[in-house]
């Protein structure tokens, strides 16, 4: 199943490298290739909004490859497990992006 997320920054070309890393070495671990799709972005009182779009097979990677760590996560809802999850990894590698369910 596809997961979109919207992505929010405040320094959008450097965070956009950032997240673009971040995803790579993603699709990597779980050996992938074109697991995902980032939208244009939107600007609004000082903030950039784009969307992150995780591919099947990139998202079912990460669910196996960090299965232990999602396991853990305190919140009950498997899509909130994975936001989470989202969002340490990126702030892990230095991208200042916030990260939350596109609905």
């Not at 779980?30 to 909004?49: I, N, Q, V």
Request: proline share 3%; net charge neutral.
């Amino acid at each position: 199943m596809s997961i979109m997320l919207q992505l929010s920054s405040t320094n959008y070309t450097a965070d956009r490298l950032c997240v673009k890393m971040a995803l790579s070495h993603l699709e990597t671990l779980c050996k992938t290739h074109g697991g995902y799709a980032l939208s244009e972005p939107d600007e609004m009182a000082g903030w950039t909004f784009f969307r992150l779009i995780i591919k099947p097979d990139l998202h079912e990677g990460i669910m196996k490859e960090f299965e232990d760590m999602l396991s853990k996560s305190r919140w009950s809802s498997p899509d909130v497990k994975f936001v989470s999850f989202m969002q340490e990894y990126f702030s892990a590698r230095n991208c200042n992006v916030k990260v939350k369910i596109y609905a």
